[in-house]
């Protein structure tokens, strides 16, 4: 059972333009929503993070949507570079469970220069 | 100090061998996992260790998979007899309680 759903499974944006990825998710008791981002031949990093007692998180160029009652959360990334290609992860953790992340399937993004 | 560091950075093996991937988590951080990705997947949850408590152990897809975490610092994944679906990256990721995860760089078994 997939708990967290991602889109797209790829994404191309030109230099300059915004990229939009989107997750949604089942388990209301889920409270922390980061997204990662990986390069080839690396680890996942953490990006940004948000919790649902806000609907909105921005760090520089990324911002984190969240609708709680849509069960949703995105990540826009505002005047995409070419060095933002990478693969990103949503993810998801239960309140109080240090135990694991549930991952989304990931979003292969690349800006054209 | 350093990252989380994985060893050996690709693994090549043939079918029906056992293989050992290390990790050596941050220095102090208590949790430990264990992730699989394979090609264009997720992340799979196999494993958590966190300080002394048992082992998380159900991610893991088989008793052919097991790990261990010794004086509660570097982690050995085992995998025995290895088979072709076994191919992916593994990756290790390390943190203090209830933080974010720091991710090594993974090990890429590929099993022939």
């Known amino acids: 059972q997939q708990q967290v759903k991602q889109s797209p499974q790829s994404l191309i944006v030109q230099k300059g333009g915004i990229s939009i990825i989107n997750c949604a998710y089942e388990?209301?008791?889920?409270?922390?929503f980061p997204w990662y981002q990986q390069f080839p031949g690396k680890g996942p990093a953490l990006l940004i993070a948000i919790r649902p007692d806000v609907s909105e998180k921005k760090e520089g160029r990324f911002t984190i949507s969240f609708n709680k009652s849509a069960k949703q959360f995105s990540l826009h990334i505002m005047d995409s570079q070419p060095g933002d290609s990478a693969t990103y992860f949503c993810?998801?953790?239960?309140?109080?469970?240090?135990?694991?992340?549930?991952f989304g399937s990931g979003t292969q993004l690349t800006v054209l220069p | 100090g350093a990252g989380v560091s994985q060893s050996p950075s690709n693994k090549v093996t043939e079918k029906g061998k056992d293989v050992e991937l290390r990790c050596d988590p941050i220095?102090?951080?208590?949790?430990l996992y264990w992730y699989r990705q394979s090609l264009g997947q997720g992340l799979e949850f196999l494993i958590y260790?966190?300080?002394?408590?048992?082992?998380?152990k159900s991610g893991l897809p088989s008793d052919r998979f097991s790990a261990e975490r010794t004086g509660g610092s570097v982690s050995t994944l085992t995998i025995q007899r290895t088979q072709q679906e076994d191919s992916a990256v593994y990756l290790c990721?390390?943190?203090?309680?209830?933080?974010?995860?720091?991710f090594g760089n993974g090990t890429r078994l590929t099993v022939t």
């Open positions: 260790f966190q300080g002394n408590s048992a082992p998380d």
């Open positions: 993810a998801a953790r239960k309140e109080g469970s240090a135990r694991q992340l549930t």
């Open positions: 220095s102090g951080h208590t949790a």
């Open positions: 990721a390390s943190s203090l309680y209830n933080s974010p995860l720091h």
């Open positions: 388990n209301t008791a889920f409270d922390y």
